[in-house]
């Protein structure tokens, strides 16, 4: 697939919706708007022109529980292109390979500038973890505050919308680390939250 971009383009797309909406684009700061949205969009959406991150492990031995905490993302809605934003919290049990500390981040920002929902996202975010890393047991939870609920629809600005996503690599493992994972995270949020 070949991606083609233009700004141009997207820019007199933008200028024609707000046209639509019976918006003076004469007036005050708006002359200049559509080409601000175009870049805008073009950065909000960049994944779609990007490689997915390579994720670069090396060995290590002895290491129980490795967990990467508060790792915060805005994304766009795939149903109404409206934001969300939130942390993820990546939590594995190695296998003897660790993947880099800034590795959890960019898969983060990677998956999050595509238009998007947050239970993909967190899915997505754990798998390419397990493909690099190839784990004895992975937890990937994101708490999301959503925009389109926010200042549309029910208009609730209070609610959080948590996601959570497991893999174990046996039915073993399932059982030793499940507890001790959901355990140490629900610890770490805990600790970070209540600090500020
Ligand atoms: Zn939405």
Known sequence: ??????????????????????IDLQVGELKNTPARMARSWLELTRSYVLQEPKV???????????????????????????????EVCVMYVPNEKLIGLSKPARLVSYYSHFLMIQERFTHQ?????KKAADPVAIYVISRGRHLCSAMRGV??????????????????????????????????????????
């Not at 697939?1 to 019976?22: A, D, P």
């Not at 290590?60 to 805005?74: D, K, T």
């Not at 975010?125 to 973890?129: G, T």
């Open 56 to 86: 670069m492990t090396f060995k290590m031995e002895n290491v129980q529980i490795l967990g990467i905490h508060s790792l915060h993302y805005f994304s766009l809605c795939e149903h109404h292109g409206l934001p969300f934003e939130g």
């Open 125 to 129: 975010v754990l798998e390419a973890i």
């Open 155 to 196: 208009e609730s600005r209070e609610h959080e919308y948590v996601v959570e996503d497991m893999w174990f690599n046996n039915v073993a493992s399932k059982e030793t680390w499940e507890q001790r994972l959901r355990n140490s995270e629900k610890l770490s949020h805990e600790r970070v939250y209540t600090s500020y």
């Open 1 to 22: 697939m070949t991606f083609r971009r233009s700004t141009e383009r997207l820019e007199r797309h933008f200028k024609q919706v707000l046209e639509e909406l019976n």
